[in-house]
Nanobody, 128 residues
């Protein structure tokens, strides 16, 4: 069964850090474009960061507003993708999702329609 599971969400104070983990089962993450999205209450889903499959260029891509604060990375041995988030602010509060791209997608960007397998999400709350 193809499945993605996010973990690592928590309550954190402004300026704090979290690392989110996306763990795959039933397929190898290295062969797929993987992206992180978030959705805050009453707002549209927002793409944050993506990493291309190793068979593609393996490059990473970031939403401008998170560049320098968020870092996406892949651990092939553990079949996981991480999102390291630093200097978190209240506006980062949302449910965070990871998603796997459609087979054959070689370059990862942040268009949600490129992604067909989604996790259930993990809550990140930034508050003092």
């Amino acid at each position: 069964q193809v499945q993605l599971v996010e973990s690592g969400g928590d309550l954190v104070q402004p300026g704090g850090s979290l690392r989110l983990t996306c763990t795959a089962s039933g397929f190898q993450l290295r062969n797929y474009a993987i992206a992180w999205f978030r959705q805050a209450p009453g707002k549209d889903r927002e793409g944050l960061s993506a990493i291309s499959p190793t068979m593609g260029n393996g490059n990473t891509y970031y939403l401008d507003s998170v560049k320098g604060r968020f870092t996406i990375s892949r651990n092939t041995a553990k079949n996981t993708v991480y999102l390291q988030m630093n200097d978190l602010q209240p506006e980062d509060t949302a449910v965070y999702y990871c998603a796997a791209g459609h087979p054959g997608l070689r370059v990862a960007f942040l268009d949600g329609t490129d992604y067909g397998t989604w996790g259930q999400g993990t809550q990140v709350t930034v508050s003092s």
